[in-house]
Structure formats: C-alpha cells, structure tokens
C-alpha cells in the first residue's frame, strides 16, 4: 500500500510545518523597552565611592495649541504615555498613511485614559487651530486622546530634534517640505522608549504590542 | 487492477492539462492588473490606502462605480481635484495632487486594476479609451 503511506507522510509533514510555523510570541511580562537618545554620564558620591549615573535624553517642557483652541503642555501627559509624530494637513505623501496607522493605535486603546497622541503640524503658517480642528473632524477623532497641535515655528522645529526627528521645509518637495515619518513613544518620565516607522504596518504592530509593557512601568 | 491504474493516471493528467490551461490564462489577464497594482501601490496607495478603502471622511474611497467606473476618472487622475464632492453618499473636500508623470499605458494598467479591485462591476479600459479621454479634461 504504497498510496497509503505516501497520504500518511504528507498528512504527518503537514501537520509537522503547521506546528513549526508558531513562533512563541514574547510575552509582555517579561519584556521591558529599552531608553533611546544618547545618554549623558554623570556621577555622584556614594559612601565615599563615585557612582556613575546614565541620564537618558528627556522631551523638554513645551506649550502648544490644539484643535480644540486649548493649551497642550508636557503636564497634559502628566502620568500617562504618549505617542508622538510630526506632520502637516496638506501633506500628500506620507502624512495620510502614518494617519491611518496612527489611528489603529487610538481605536486600540481608545478607553485607555493613560495613553495619548501628540501630532504636530509642521507648516504651522497653514495649519491653523480651524484647520487642525477641520482635520481632526474629518478623521473621526478627538482630544484630549489625540491632540494636532500648532505653535511657533521654531518651537516645533525645535522640540523635533527632541525627538531625534528630521523635519525641514523643502519647496522642492511635494506638498514643500521633507519629514520623518517616524512615531515616538514616551513614557511617564518624558524620556523615549521607541521610535517606530509610521508608515509600515509591522512597524506600527509593534507600537500596540509595547504600549501596554511600557504602562505596567506606571503605577 | 492495472487497468484501473490507467484510468487514475488518466484522470490525473487531465486535471493537470485544465489546470494548466486555466493558469496560462489567468497569468495573460494578470499581466495589465500586476502592472496596475504596481502603479496603484506607488501613486495611490499612501492616500487611498492598500485597498481603496481611503481614510475615513478625508480621504474618499475608490469603490463608488459612479467615479471609479466614469472615464473621466482619467482627468481626476491627471490633475488632480479640488472642492467639495460626495462619495459612497459621504462628503469630501481635500484636495488630490496631479500627476503629470503617469503615461497613458500605465493610467490604462492602473485605472483597470482600480476598478478590479474595488468595484463590483469591473470594466477594463483599454489605452485607446485613455488616450481619448485624455484629449476631453479640462
């Protein structure tokens, strides 16, 4: 019954590579997130001995205006996380499908009061409070979960670098300037805990699954 | 038993000649719709997303016949649109890029693929139609 024996091998090899293909998912328990930025070594004196401290990148204090013409300051996250990106309105090539996949994140953690999204415009001279609040309706979205803000120009430009982002204007370019599309997530103690590609769905896979390891640190 | 043996492997080689015939076939339509998606992946998708679902109320579908299947979807495509329009019975006010840089076979690829993927009623549109059209926007 050679037949037979063929069936059976193919049956047992299928059921081998179904088993196989299950790749043992890391379990949010046991996993933490690493501080990125360079860090600035320091120390201090420890009975008698010096102690070496590594003091990670913070996000600097900032003020800016949201959609809804309110204040946005780093107190607005105070004891929570967030997601932060850079953006503007008019934008028309990456800026809709960072959107999209920034709004995956807001649905998934739409009752999570610990957990919000900073969008910053980056052509502020258009993007008015009007506009932003036009834009957030349109996308179905709202503060104080996902908060667009405009500002000063060089405050914004300046608190990118804070999140080790690239944004600069480029008349050249569609839509006239040139930007990173990365998503930064910070933690409760503004330091940052992941940079992740806002234009890759993978990417942004990951994001979902490190937010609730980053708010176990909470508490 | 043997003569079983032959009407098994007869069967067999027949199913392989159908087979064979429906792949060869498919591989020729598929041709003009993998060259579409190609351009659709790198002219649309940002926007209009990986399957013509758009972006909530900023972004419009591509799945309303009403505008995927008209030809002047040939204009939309070249210079793009501004003001207000109503999609799938949602309004939309963005404003889409031109793009001077798609020829006419590849609008031809990439408006077929678009109505393939996204509309019930797909209808080819061949260069001819698009080089026609073309000479018509505004």
Known sequence: MPVKNIYILICFSALIFACGKKSEPKQTKDRSLPYLGEPAITSHEENGKLVADTIYPTIPAFSFVNQDGEKVTNETFDGGIYVADFFFTTCPTICPKMKAELLRVYKEFEKEPKVKILSHTIDPDHDSVEVLYDYAGKLQVTSPKWNFVTGNKDSIYTIADSYMISAEEAPNEPGGYIHSGALILIDHNRNIRGMYDGTRPEDVDQLIKDIPVLLREIK | ?138
Request: hydrophobic content about 35%.
């Open chain 2, 1 to 138: 038993m043997k003569s079983s043996k032959y009407y098994i492997l007869t069967i067999v080689l027949f199913l392989l000649v159908i087979a064979g015939v429906f792949y060869v076939s498919s591989a020729k339509k598929d041709i003009y719709l993998q060259r579409g998606k190609t351009s659709y992946e790198k002219h649309c998708a940002n926007c209009h997303g990986k399957n013509g679902e758009g972006l909530q109320l900023l972004i419009p579908p591509l799945t309303d016949p009403k505008w995927v299947n008209n030809d002047s979807i040939v204009c939309i495509i070249r210079n793009g649109l501004e003001g207000n329009i109503t999609v799938n019975g949602n309004p939309y006010n963005s404003r889409m890029t031109s793009n001077y840089t798609i020829e006419n076979d590849e609008m031809a690829d990439l408006i077929s693929y678009i109505r393939h993927e996204f509309t019930k009623k797909p209808q080819r549109i061949k260069l001819k139609e698009v080089s026609e059209q073309i000479l018509k926007c505004k």
